[in-house]
C-alpha cells in the first residue's frame, strides 16, 4: 500500500474518460463557492446558480457573452487538441491546487519539503491569520481565473471528489517497490480553509480580489500591419489567413469546426511556417512576412490545449 503522509486532505478527483470533443459544443459547469445564491448571463441566457452549487452548460463553439454583477465578457468555446476538463469561475473567488506526496516508505519532514522545493510545489500563499495580513509556505497554488481548464493546472483530483486515504497497486505500484508520487487537489476556498485547521493554523482567512472583467486576460490576435509585409506573395497569404479569422467568429456550433481546423490544427500551421517559402532573399530580404506571420501562428498555438479563453 501506498500512503499518504504529512498532509490531511480530503476529496479526490475521479478519473474521466475523456473522449473526442462533440462536433459542435461541449459542457462546462459553472461553479459558485459562495455562500449566496447568484444570477450569470450566458448569451443573454440568464442562470441562477445557488449557493455553493453549480450548474452544467452547454456551450456551442464560436463566440460568447458572459455577464455577471453588471459586468461582462466575450470568450471563445473551441476544440482544444488535448482539452480536458475544467470549470467556470464568473465571481473570481479562490481556488487552491494542493500537492501532497504519497509514499511507500516513511520520510521525515525534511525529506517531504525536499522533494516539493525541487519540484517547485512550495509557494507563498496571502493570507491573512488571527486578523494579520502574511504569507503562508505551503505546497499550493491560488487560482482565480475565469476559466479554470484542467489542461492548464493539471490536477488529479477535482474539488468536489474525496482524496484517497491510500492508493494500490492498481496505480501501477510494484510489489515491495520503493516509490513516491506527487498528487494534486484543487479545493474550493471554504474547504481548504476546513483542511488548514486541521493544521492548527488558527483564524484563517483569504484576501479576495475579484478585477473588472477588462482587466483579467485577453487572448488577442496580435495586429497585423499588411502594409510592411514587403513580399506581395506573403501579403496575400497573410490577408487570407486574417480574412479565415474575423469570418470564424461569426460562426457557432459545427459550422465552427472544420473552419477552426482549417486554421489552428498542427497541419494547418505546418503550412502556414511553410509560406515562408513563398518570400525569399530577393523579394523580402528583410523577413518582414516571416515577422507578422509567426505573430499570427504562435498566437493560434497559445490556445491549443485550452476549449475556453477570453477575448476582446
Same mark, same amino acid.
Do not use: M
Given at each position: 500500500m501506498m500512503k499518504k503522509i504529512k498532509y490531511s486532505l480530503l476529496w479526490v478527483c475521479s478519473l474521466i474518460l475523456v473522449g473526442c470533443s462533440e462536433p459542435s459544443s461541449i459542457d462546462r459547469w459553472i461553479d459558485n463557492p459562495t455562500a449566496n445564491e447568484i444570477k450569470v448571463t450566458i448569451d443573454g441566457n440568464e442562470l441562477t446558480i445557488? &449557493?455553493?452549487?453549480?450548474v452544467n452548460y452547454t456551450f456551442e463553439y464560436g463566440k460568447h457573452t458572459l455577464s455577471y454583477n453588471n459586468d461582462n465578457f466575450n =470568450?471563445?468555446?473551441k476544440p482544444a487538441q488535448f482539452g480536458e476538463s475544467g470549470l467556470i469561475n464568473p $465571481?473570481?473567488?479562490? @481556488?487552491? +491546487?494542493? $500537492?501532497?506526496? @504519497?509514499?511507500t516508505s516513511e520520510m521525515n519532514d525534511e525529506q517531504y519539503e525536499k522533494i516539493l522545493s525541487e519540484n517547485r510545489e512550495i509557494n507563498n500563499i496571502p493570507a491573512i491569520i488571527d486578523g494579520k495580513e502574511q504569507e503562508i509556505e505551503m505546497p499550493a497554488k491560488l487560482i482565480n481565473d475565469v476559466f479554470i481548464e484542467k489542461s %492548464? @493546472?493539471?490536477?488529479d483530483y477535482s474539488y468536489? %471528489?474525496? =482524496?484517497p486515504k491510500e492508493i494500490t497497486q492498481e496505480l501501477g505500484l510494484k510489489k515491495n517497490q520503493s516509490y513516491q508520487e506527487r498528487l494534486r487537489k484543487l479545493y474550493r476556498e471554504s474547504d481548504f480553509i476546513e483542511l488548514l485547521k486541521e493544521d492548527e493554523q488558527g483564524d484563517i482567512s483569504f484576501p479576495y480580489n475579484p478585477k473588472k472583467f477588462s482587466e483579467i486576460s485577453q487572448y488577442v490576435i496580435p495586429k497585423i500591419d499588411l502594409n510592411s509585409i514587403k513580399c506581395e506573395e506573403g501579403r496575400q497569404y497573410m490577408e487570407s489567413l486574417l480574412n479565415d479569422w474575423n469570418h470564424l467568429m461569426t460562426l457557432k456550433g459545427s459550422d465552427f469546426t472544420k473552419p477552426y481546423d482549417n486554421l489552428a490544427s498542427n497541419d494547418a500551421m505546418a503550412k502556414s511556417y511553410g509560406s515562408e517559402d513563398k518570400c525569399t532573399e530577393e523579394n523580402d530580404p528583410e523577413k518582414t512576412y516571416r515577422k507578422?506571420?509567426? %505573430? =499570427?501562428?504562435d &498566437? +493560434?498555438?497559445n490556445t491549443r490545449d485550452v476549449n475556453f479563453y477570453v477575448i476582446k
Open positions: 445557488p &449557493a455553493k452549487s453549480g =470568450f471563445v468555446v $465571481t473570481q473567488s479562490n @481556488y487552491y +491546487l494542493y $500537492t501532497v506526496i @504519497y509514499s %492548464q @493546472y493539471h490536477w468536489d %471528489q474525496p =482524496f507578422e506571420l509567426r %505573430q =499570427f501562428v &498566437a +493560434l498555438r
